[in-house]
């Protein structure tokens, strides 16, 4: 009985012992800036028309393949910032560089100087000279499209770092 009586004892004395207490401030401080203007082409839309002539047939990724124009201009002082460049959109569950469309199983993929770019996934670029982008539709492999007016919608951002 002895030694449970002297261990509760050591136990109870553990329980109420206060550990050690240390206290340091702490300082936090940064400066805030606004980072230069930039814009992608003046405010407007990004479109690219591909027509009324697309084969529901000839869609294969390499046929109707188009540029996608776009300019970024920045104020002089933007070159000492680091920028992404990401597309936003809908992925297509069979390509994750495709934007979906209003047509089942069609999505328009977009390419960043010739290579599949993954939507939603930013990308270091130069503002002063962005990468070549272009589009091309791309269907389910397997799938049959059918006949209509399509469309598809992504956001274009530049981003600074």
């Not at 805030?32 to 690219?48: F, H, K, R, S, Y």
């Not at 992404?84 to 994750?96: F, P, R, W």
């Not at 960043?112 to 270091?124: D, H, M, R, S, W």
């Not at 272009?134 to 992504?154: D, I, M, N, Q, Y």
Request: charged residues 15%; neutral net charge; contains cysteine.
């Amino acid at each position: 009985m002895k030694g449970y009586s002297g261990m509760v004892l050591l136990l109870a004395c553990g329980a109420l012992s206060t550990p050690g207490l240390a206290a340091e401030n702490m300082k936090f401080y940064g400066t805030l800036v606004e980072p230069p203007a930039c814009t992608i082409n003046n405010g407007g839309n990004v479109d690219v028309d591909f027509g009324n002539r697309v084969g529901v047939k000839k869609v294969d990724g390499v046929n109707y393949l188009q540029p996608m124009n776009y300019q970024i201009s920045c104020v002089p002082d933007a070159n000492a910032w680091r920028m992404t460049l990401e597309i936003a959109g809908k992925v297509a569950t069979y390509d994750k560089a495709g934007v979906i469309t209003n047509i089942t199983d069609l999505a328009i993929q977009i390419r960043q100087n010739g290579v599949p770019f993954e939507l939603n996934k930013p990308i270091a670029i130069n503002p002063t000279n962005p990468p070549q982008l272009e589009v091309v539709p791309v269907k389910r492999p397997g799938s049959t499209l059918k006949e209509g007016a399509f469309e598809a919608t992504a956001t274009l951002k530049a981003v600074y770092q």
